[in-house]
């Protein structure tokens, strides 16, 4: 890579950019990009508020792709700023290469499943596209899109809710891949073929994450540079990626599924075992709450009454876990009649063996490296029998309960050490060290003596912020909290112009 075409690109975007002007800080941080590049060493860059961190690595990561023919991964932790690499600095950062006379370049957005309708659940649905009209015309709007329509949610033309999105996708729990009878037009798997085939990829943390435990199996390819944007959010998602999480709910699910029933005909008492074992469950994880007090269960330094520590071994939990392997056994054993009956049973089979598996470790609370804990949340419906249901003191009246049961790491820095020392890595964002030093970050992340840059912002905050540091008011009569609030922020724009 030609360290010296940095500058000489990062000047060339005021011709597409009318407003631009370069930043000394941003230049700084290109070429550090680039150094780091081109030695294939780790770099930790730190960028304020203001420099342009954005372009100040797409330069030098692109100058590498067009020079070397290297491949850039480019991770960050939420969509908008994935939307605006992909949608908006990429495209023009194109014009600007073409400009300069370098060869073109491909790239692409690559989410996880559950991102993109699957056709398979959409079949395997159709009961509940029928109760869901927004459900319906997503996919009537997807049969009638041409063939660069990508099946992502964000890319219909009106919004779908969680739980519509939900109903018409897949996780990769229960995707079958190359197996489904619908492979030939599954958007993941065309997404996948674009992003084997793109010198950059787009992605976000949680997919990265993800990629690093299954060793490589989600992303497909080689990449000679990864970009970790946001990365103070990074340790957060690695530690999800590599937790465990089972909810009553998805237990509840899994044992009133129609194939699991119809499988069970045969034997209605292992249906019923398994029935009476999950409200046995439900039961010894309702009374961790009730008992937390006595076992000094508390959530962290702070009370957080919806959450508790779990410091033993749930018996319920494997109990259960043994009683839905007899279920998943009676469908394996339950001939499917057609081809579409064998792949709802394919993916209920696949769902089923991960949740029983993280069932079973969370309730074995073997893994010292592990943190467990049950949460509880509340939704409107008939409230059941047992203890009273309170919220911040409370009493929550005619609510039900939902518990889920998680495992996170204490400490993600074991699993990911010998990815990154395996790869060449670039991780910024504008808050990354404590003032002083990166040690903190970089020995949480598991990163091994990375190069280290701080980039001031360039905006003089002493001369050119304000302070506002409101009294506790009451909501005004008829008002509620948000309407107050924006009344005070009103109130601010009017004193701070512009």
Not at 72 to 79: C, R
Not at 170 to 198: F, N, Q, V
Not at 442 to 468: A, Q
Request: a neutral charge.
């Amino acid at each position: 890579m030609n360290l010296q075409r940095v500058p000489e690109l990062l000047t060339g975007l005021a011709e597409f950019l009318p407003a631009y002007s370069q930043r000394p800080g941003q230049l700084q941080m290109a070429v550090a990009v680039a150094e780091a590049i081109g030695t294939r060493r780790n770099l930790v860059v730190e960028g304020g508020t203001g420099i342009g961190k954005s372009m100040a690595y797409l330069v030098p990561a692109l100058l590498s792709v067009v020079e070397d023919g290297a491949r850039v991964l480019i991770a960050t932790s939420h969509k908008p700023l994935q939307d605006q690499i992909a949608r908006k600095d990429l495209p023009l950062l194109e014009r600007l290469f073409a400009a300069k006379g370098y060869r073109p370049f491909k790239s692409t957005t690559l989410k996880g499943l559950s991102n993109y309708l699957c056709w398979q659940s959409a079949e395997s649905e159709s009961g509940k596209l029928l109760a869901d009209p927004l459900a319906d015309r997503a996919v009537r709007h997807a049969l009638a899109s041409g063939p660069d329509f990508s099946g992502d949610f964000e890319e219909f033309p009106f919004n779908l809710p969680p739980d519509t999105r939900q109903t018409l996708s897949a996780t990769s729990e229960d995707c079958l891949g190359m197996r489904c009878p619908h492979r030939d037009r599954c958007y993941a798997l065309k997404i996948r073929k674009r992003a084997e085939e793109a010198d950059i990829v787009v992605t976000n943390h949680a997919l990265l994450s993800l990629d690093i435990k299954s060793e490589g199996a989600l992303i497909p390819g080689n990449f000679a540079t990864y970009v970790i944007d946001e990365g103070h959010n990074f340790e957060e998602n690695a530690t999800r990626a590599n937790g465990l999480q089972a909810t009553v709910g998805a237990v509840r699910r899994l044992v009133n599924h129609e194939i699991v029933r119809r499988a069970a005909i045969t034997s209605t008492t292992r249906l019923q075992n398994a029935r009476d074992d999950l409200d046995k469950f439900q039961n010894e994880v309702a009374a961790l709450f009730v008992l937390r007090q006595a076992e000094g269960g508390r959530f962290g330094d702070a009370e957080d009454e919806n959450k508790v520590l779990i410091k033993r071994e749930l018996g319920s939990g494997r109990t259960l876990a043994a009683s839905l392997k007899e279920l998943l056994t009676l469908v394996k054993n339950s001939p499917p009649r057609t081809e579409e009956e064998l792949a709802r049973a394919q993916r209920l089979l696949k769902a089923g063996a991960s949740l029983i598996e993280q069932l079973e470790r969370i309730s074995a609370n073997a893994d010292p490296n592990l943190v467990y804990y049950a949460e509880r949340t509340f939704y409107g419906g008939p409230a059941r029998s047992g203890p009273e249901i309170r919220v911040n003191g409370k009493p929550l009246p005619g609510s039900n309960v939902a518990y889920a049961l998680y495992a996170m790491p204490i400490d993600v820095s074991g699993y990911l050490a010998k990815w990154f020392k395996e790869n060449q890595t670039v991780l910024t964002s504008a808050t990354l060290s404590d003032g002083q030093s990166f040690d903190f970050f970089v020995r949480r992340v598991g990163l091994d003596k990375p190069d280290t840059l701080v980039v001031p912002s360039p905006f003089n905050y002493r001369e050119r912020v304000k302070l506002f540091l409101p009294r506790p008011v009451a909501p005004e009569p008829g008002q509620g909290y948000t309407a107050t609030l924006a009344r005070q922020i009103g109130g601010l724009l009017n004193l701070t112009p512009g």
